[in-house]
C-alpha cells in the first residue's frame, strides 16, 4: 500500500514555492506592484506556452475514453454545485460565479497530478485526457463567461484572438490534429517559456498571502469552506459513483479516476481570478485549503481502492 510519505514528496514543491512567495511579499524585494505583474506574464506568456505545448504533442483520440467520461462526470457536477452554490447561497454574479464553479471541479492535474499518480498508480499517462478536458471543455467555457463580463459589447466570437489561453488552445489542437511536428527551435522555447508558468504561479499565490484582507463576516467562510467541501469530497464521490456503478470500470481505473478526481483545486483558478478581478481571495483560500486537505483524502482513497 502507498505510505503518506510519497505523497508528501509531490506536495512539498507547492508548499515551498507558495512560502518563497510569502517571504518575497513580506519582505516587499520586487516591489509594491510585482504580484500583479507575475500574474500577467503567467496568463499572458508562460501558461500560453505550456498549454500550445502538451496539447500539441497529445493525440486528440487519447480524450476518448471511459476513465475521462466519469472523471468528466464528477467535475459536472462538482462545476454544477459550485454555481448552485453561488447563486443561490451567496448571491454572486457571473464573473463571480464562473470562479466559484472552477474553483469547485478544476483539478491540479498537471504538477500535482503526475507525481501523485506516479507514486500510487506506477503510471501518470491518465494526466494528458484530464489535461485536455480541462483545457478544451472548462477552461474555454469559464474564460468565455469571464471575458464577456469584462469585454461589454466585444464579440464573442473574437474571444480566441483576445485570450491567450484560447488562442494556444485552439492552435495547439490544430496542430496536433493536423499531426504538425514543431522545430526544435520553436519546441525549446515553448519548453523555457511553459516550464516558468507553474513556479511564477505558486510565488504569486504566496505573495497574495501577504496582508491579504480578512475574510468579511461568516459568508466568506462558509463560501471557502463549501467550495473545499465540493472539491476534495463530493468531486471524487460523484467520480466514484460514475466509474464504478454506472461504468463497471476495473479496479486499477477506478482508483485513477478517484484519485485524480480528489487532487486539489488548481493554481490556475487563481490566476484567472487575478486577472479578471473576480473573487481573488476566494480561489487563492480555496486552492490553499483543498491542497492542504488533499493530502488525507488522497491517502484515504490510495489505501482504500488500491487493487
Not at 463576516?217 to 464504478?244: D, M, N, W, Y
Amino acid at each position: 500500500m502507498p505510505s503518506l510519505h510519497p505523497l508528501l514528496s509531490g506536495f512539498a514543491p507547492i508548499w515551498a514555492l507558495t512560502g518563497v512567495g510569502y517571504l518575497v511579499g513580506r519582505t516587499g524585494l520586487l516591489g509594491p506592484h510585482a504580484e500583479p505583474v507575475l500574474n500577467r506574464f503567467v496568463f499572458h506568456v508562460a501558461m500560453p506556452a505550456a498549454l500550445f505545448l502538451m496539447i500539441v504533442r497529445t493525440p486528440l483520440e487519447r480524450f476518448a475514453n471511459p476513465s475521462i467520461l466519469a472523471f468528466a462526470g464528477g467535475t459536472a457536477l462538482a462545476i454544477s454545485l459550485g454555481l448552485l452554490a453561488g447563486r443561490l447561497l451567496f448571491r454572486r454574479e457571473s464573473g463571480e460565479l464562473a470562479i466559484g464553479a472552477m474553483a469547485s471541479g478544476y483539478v491540479n492535474s498537471a504538477n500535482l497530478g503526475i507525481p501523485v499518480a506516479m507514486q500510487v498508480l506506477g503510471d501518470a499517462s491518465f494526466v494528458a485526457p484530464v489535461v485536455l478536458f480541462q483545457i478544451l471543455v472548462v477552461t474555454p467555457a469559464v474564460l468565455a463567461v469571464l471575458d464577456s463580463g469584462a469585454a461589454g459589447r466585444r464579440a464573442l466570437l473574437t474571444l480566441p484572438l483576445r485570450n491567450p489561453i484560447l488562442l494556444a488552445t485552439a492552435l495547439g489542437a490544430a496542430a496536433s490534429a493536423a499531426g504538425l511536428h514543431l522545430p526544435a527551435e520553436l519546441n525549446r522555447s515553448c519548453e523555457l517559456l511553459g516550464g516558468a508558468g507553474v513556479p511564477t504561479a505558486l510565488v504569486a499565490l504566496g505573495m497574495s498571502l501577504h496582508n491579504r484582507p480578512p475574510a468579511t463576516g461568516r459568508s466568506r467562510h462558509a463560501e471557502v469552506g463549501l467550495t473545499v467541501l465540493i472539491k476534495t469530497l463530493i468531486q471524487p464521490l460523484a467520480a466514484f459513483a460514475v466509474a464504478g456503478p454506472l461504468l463497471h470500470l476495473p479496479a486499477h481505473q477506478l482508483l485513477t479516476v478517484v484519485l485524480f478526481s480528489a487532487l486539489p483545486t488548481a493554481q490556475n483558478v487563481y490566476v484567472y481570478a487575478r486577472e479578471y478581478g473576480q473573487s481573488a481571495g476566494l480561489a487563492r483560500d480555496v486552492v490553499l485549503w483543498s491542497t492542504l486537505l488533499s493530502m488525507a483524502t488522497l491517502s484515504v482513497i490510495s489505501w482504500s481502492l488500491a487493487p
